[in-house]
């Protein structure tokens, strides 16, 4: 196997509020190998977000204490200076975010904020980046791109305000983009644009994505590898065909057997009984085990391991592996 | 844009009229006394109060004298134009008198509006960028306690302390830069400046503050830190330029304010400006000042709007004036 | 060559009378400009004639995107805005005109289930009073009965009872939105229109108020007008489905029939949009990326109001060597009748699809 390009171990990040410590990421350990998709699914709540903010440096621990390493390209992240991690950030990582009407600053041209991330980081004049600006912008497929780029970011429309956050994203040719919902503000068709844009622009400069989104259809569609988090951590992670069609835990049973999909119907969902955990009053054992159809003893005394199944397919679940396959076959697959 | 700028020009106008109209339905209906009396003064024959009433047109009724006020403004008169007849008590032209206080408390406002911009905005981004900090606490503790301190108990209090005990600094009066040297004319407005100030700065410290901490939670500058953007560049150039539309609307309208007259200061501070003339005239009930002063604050005031308006637009490119 | 369907067909009527009917819908918002004066320049066409019948106990399900008009019709509809043209009539009763307190009292026939539960509920009345207000207020209910009655939607809902003095912070997102439903519920309804009733949800408790919506339905015999844009759900919940562009019904039919066949092109791209989280059947999916936004609906394109983006035109126009234009010259200058295609199921178009986008039933 290559050298990953993203190494995270055992990865914590715990926030200190008045109510308690909240913790949003709790053990997360996963790679990242060169030029591929990531599919990072989970609800509100999992972690999925504040993991890659912290990949990216943007927790300051003011606000967190964060253990854990993040090798990045061999180097640990965790342990750089704000300089060199800011000389990292746009650079060699990038990333966008869900809502691009607010993730633009509303009053500079847009042009000129994907300029000035360029000249953030090298040093050349500024009519360089004004071009590699434009010529990003087309990169994206947005008409006119000279015109488009003295506009601002209101009068481009919600689709196109995406493309350009991606434009700028990609203009220093990072080797990751982390893509954190960047679809689930749009409408399904531009949805559908902006994550074939990404797809096709991960091929032409062969860079790794993170695709970060609650939406498994999305997974299922654009991603390489997937990984399912619950409360802070991996619960399940593997191939499309793994998690779709060999799923192994619990909650990714609940998930696949509570939302409409297409191909597979039904008269009634089967929501996952309870409500997402509180990630100050976390159970000493699974993190799961209050909402488990299937839960035993142990799973509520003991942490269970991410145990792998077979080639990257791991769970993290107490269950035999044959009491699985049986609920498996029994109670998941025969619904469609 | 042409459109909206006719638009509030013409409501402009209509404002200044009702302005002045209260103004005048406010003198008549006081019973203040009969301004042809104090006019005239000692000689106070019947003859005499007819005379001074035909020529300053007391004869008519308020709503004419109102009107007459108006055409001799828009057209000019015996003093040139804009029309603004002569005071009451002193039988200045007031053009003069008008031009040369508006000089007066225009030094005052603007050199006080540098310091509390300097002074208000530079404090409230540093507490904004340590928030809840013995740093921010104490800045804006103060900033309480500055709010707390009006002019009229800071003024004399400065004035004792710097003038009368430590004799730091010269007393009240105003020196031209004409006639004085630049040190006679900076020393004589430094208290004047810096205790007008006191008070706008710490509103504008207080403002600036929670601007900034609002702005910097906004998704933008996450974007920003994320594009790898200096700390620096993220705070004044992503932040503040986000933050500062609100401050601009307020600074445009507190200056136009104060230089509609800083009553207070001006008295005590003995400066010659357009507050010290509103107290005069409103003693003596000098209603052609008063009509005068009232339409140039109300003026500046109604312009300052339309500046700030427009300025917001610029700033702000979703603004669509309409 | 496209195939034209040689034996006619019709939609067929369904049986009785439709619960509601709109005919002709239209609903601009003017566009006003001027110094003094505001002159009307022009005009939002937000809805732009539409049809659309919903019938006793059944679920319809209206799709289409960002600026189509669906929210528009919705309130249309529910006559929280007047129509600019077109008939809305209620169980055989025009209501388009009513005014005062007919109107009024039709609000014990429509209710609305609105999208964001944050933002749909008082934050300074407790559950009780948000519940039973409209019970207060068309006094369905005597004074001293009403707490009783709210307490008994509550559990409906799948509300705990108790909470009937709590405020709406006190709930998750899942629950105010059941919080919602019950109010709607309070009148006794016959219809009620949900607009986008749990896009703002998160999944698991997407399927928790889906299956509640679903089984009310069952229960007090409800008829449902539920407007969204997530395709799935729409198929999970409805019996007929509507799809909008740019104020215009393009399609409409029988779930099944439309989700195994769509016919107009707008239909076939929304379909090929949706991720299915299946990574077989996405991989069989045809795909159709359209190009570009949707245009503005203050001056929509002539003709087929989806030219401008159709891929089925673009590719006939492609292949076709006597035509220059980038679309075919009938989409941008006639605009297409909504046709039907089977009794069930009707579409406007000039270039109808005839494959098949996914494949619902891969044995």
């Given at each position: ?336 | ?242 933050g500062l539309t609100p401050i601009v609307t307020v600074f445009g309208l507190d200056l136009a304010a104060l ?36 339409l140039v604050a109300a003026s500046f005031v109604v312009v300052a709007n339309l500046i700030v308006d427009i ?12 | ?241 509507a799809v909008m562009y740019l104020g215009k019904i393009v399609e409409r039919g029988d779930r099944d029939d ?106």
């Amino acid at each position: 196997m290559p050298e990953p390009l993203l190494e995270v171990k055992d990865l914590k990040v715990h926030f200190p509020t008045q109510d308690g410590l909240v913790k949003a990421v709790d053990g997360l350990t996963f790679t990242v190998q060169p030029g591929e998709t990531l599919g990072v699914v989970g609800e509100s709540g999992s972690g999925k977000s504040v993991s890659f903010l912290t990949v990216m440096g943007l927790i300051s621990r003011k606000s967190a204490v964060i253990e854990g390493q993040v090798f990045f390209q061999g180097q640990d992240l965790l342990q750089m200076t704000n300089d060199e991690l800011r000389e990292i950030r746009g650079a060699k990582i990038a990333m966008i975010f869900q809502d691009p009407m607010t993730s633009l600053h509303p009053f500079y041209k847009v042009g000129d904020q994907i300029a000035e991330m360029i000249l953030a980081h090298e040093d050349v004049p500024k009519k360089d980046a004004a071009r590699r600006a434009v010529e990003m912008l087309g990169e994206v497929n947005i008409p006119q791109p000279e015109e488009r780029a003295k506009q601002y970011p209101h009068e481009f429309s919600g689709g196109m305000r995406q493309r350009a956050m991606i434009a700028m994203a990609l203009s220093l040719n990072p080797d990751l983009l982390i893509a954190d919902e960047p679809t689930t503000a749009l409408d399904v068709t531009v949805q559908a644009q902006i994550l074939e844009l990404i797809d096709h622009l991960q091929s032409e400069f062969n860079t790794a994505v993170a695709l970060i989104t609650h939406d498994l259809g999305v997974v299922a569609e654009h991603t390489d590898h997937i990984q399912v988090m619950y409360a802070g951590r991996i619960v399940e992670e593997g191939t499309g065909d793994d998690i779709y069609y060999k799923p192994m835990m619990p909650y990714t049973w609940g998930l696949l057997r509570s939302i409409p999909r297409l191909g597979h119907d039904t008269d009634r969902l089967t929501p996952i009984k309870g409500a997402p955990p509180s990630l100050i009053f976390l159970p000493d054992g699974c993190a799961f085990s209050p909402r488990c159809p299937y839960v035993f003893d142990e799973c509520r005394l003991v942490q269970p391991e991410l145990l792998p199944i077979d080639g990257r397919h791991a769970t993290r679940c107490h269950l035999g592996y044959t009491d699985r396959q049986r609920i498996l076959d029994e109670e998941i697959l025969t619904r469609s | 844009m042409i459109r909206y700028i006719i638009r509030r020009v013409l409501w402009a106008i209509l404002v200044l009229l009702i302005v002045v109209f209260v103004t005048y339905v406010i003198f008549f209906l006081l019973p203040t006394g009969d301004p042809a009396v104090r006019l005239a003064g000692k000689a106070r024959t019947p003859e005499i109060l007819a005379q001074i009433r035909e020529h300053y047109g007391l004869d008519h009724p308020w709503y004419v004298q109102y009107l007459l006020f108006l055409k001799r403004a828009v057209l000019g008169d015996q003093y040139g134009w804009p029309g603004l007849g002569q005071s009451f008590t002193t039988k200045v032209p007031l053009k003069e008198t008008i031009f040369g206080r508006i000089a007066v408390t225009a030094q005052l406002a603007i050199g006080a509006a540098l310091v509390w911009i300097v002074i208000g905005l530079s404090i409230g981004i540093l507490a904004a960028l340590r928030p809840r900090t013995l740093g921010d606490r104490t800045a804006m503790g103060l900033a309480v306690l500055a709010i707390s301190m009006p002019v009229f108990f800071l003024g004399p209090l400065a004035l004792y302390i710097f003038w009368f005990r430590l004799e730091w600094l010269p007393g009240t009066g105003y020196y031209p830069l004409g006639e004085y040297g630049f040190g006679e004319w900076f020393g004589h407005w430094i208290l004047p400046w810096v205790v007008l100030s006191v008070l706008y700065a710490a509103f504008y410290a207080r403002l600036t503050r929670s601007n900034l901490m609002e702005t910097m939670t906004e998704d933008y500058i996450r974007t920003a830190r994320a594009k790898g953007l200096s700390e620096k560049r993220v705070v004044l150039k992503h932040g503040m330029r986000a933050g500062l539309t609100p401050i601009v609307t307020v600074f445009g309208l507190d200056l136009a304010a104060l230089l509609g007259g800083a009553i207070i200061t001006e008295t005590i501070f003995n400066l010659p400006g357009i507050g010290q003339l509103t107290v005069q005239s409103v003693g003596s009930q000098d209603l052609s000042a008063i009509a005068v002063i009232t339409l140039v604050a109300a003026s500046f005031v109604v312009v300052a709007n339309l500046i700030v308006d427009i300025v917001y637009a610029i700033l702000d490119p979703r603004v669509r004036l309409a | 060559m496209t195939t034209v369907e040689t034996t006619p067909a019709r939609e067929a009527p369904k049986s009785g009378e439709p619960l509601l009917r709109l005919e002709g819908i239209v609903k601009h918002f003017p566009i006003t400009r001027g110094i003094i004066f505001q002159k009307k320049v022009g005009a939002v066409h937000a809805v732009d004639g539409l049809d659309l019948d919903i019938y006793p106990g059944e679920t319809v399900g209206l799709v289409g995107e960002t600026g189509c008009g669906k929210s528009t019709l919705a309130r249309v509809a529910m006559r929280l805005y007047d129509a600019t043209a077109g008939r809305i009539v209620l169980e055989g009763r025009d209501i388009t005109d009513l005014k005062g307190e007919e109107l009024r009292n039709l609000r014990r026939d429509m209710q609305m289930v609105f999208q964001d539960p944050y933002a749909s509920l008082n934050p300074r009345k407790t559950v009780g009073t948000i519940v039973g207000g409209p019970m207060r207020l068309h006094k369905t209910v005597p004074r001293d009965k009403i707490k009783k009655a709210v307490q008994e939607l509550m559990e409906l809902v799948g509300l705990n009872p108790e909470h009937y003095n709590r405020y709406p912070h006190e709930f998750s997102g899942g629950q105010r939105q059941r919080i919602g439903v019950a109010r709607a519920l309070a009148l006794r309804p016959k219809l009620i229109v949900c607009d986008e009733p749990v896009s703002a949800l998160d999944v698991s408790i997407q399927a928790q108020i889906l299956n509640l919506l679903s089984d009310l339905q069952d229960e007090l015999n409800l008829t449902y007008l539920f407007i969204a844009h997530d395709l799935s759900v729409v198929r999970h919940i409805s019996d007929r489905v509507a799809v909008m562009y740019l104020g215009k019904i393009v399609e409409r039919g029988d779930r099944d029939d439309l989700y195994a066949q769509p016919r107009h092109p707008y239909t076939g791209a929304l379909l090929s949009a949706v991720p299915i989280a299946d990574p077989r059947l996405a991989r069989e999916k045809r795909r159709i990326i359209l190009e570009g936004d949707v245009p503005s609906p203050i001056d929509p394109p002539s003709g087929c109001r989806f030219h401008t983006r159709c891929p089925r035109s673009r590719a006939l126009a492609k292949a076709d060597a006597q035509v220059s234009q980038p679309w075919m010259p009938r989409c941008a200058a006639e605009e297409p009748e909504l046709t039907p295609f089977s009794d069930t199921q009707v579409a406007a178009c000039h270039y109808p699809l005839d494959r098949p986008i996914i494949v619902l039933d891969p044995s």
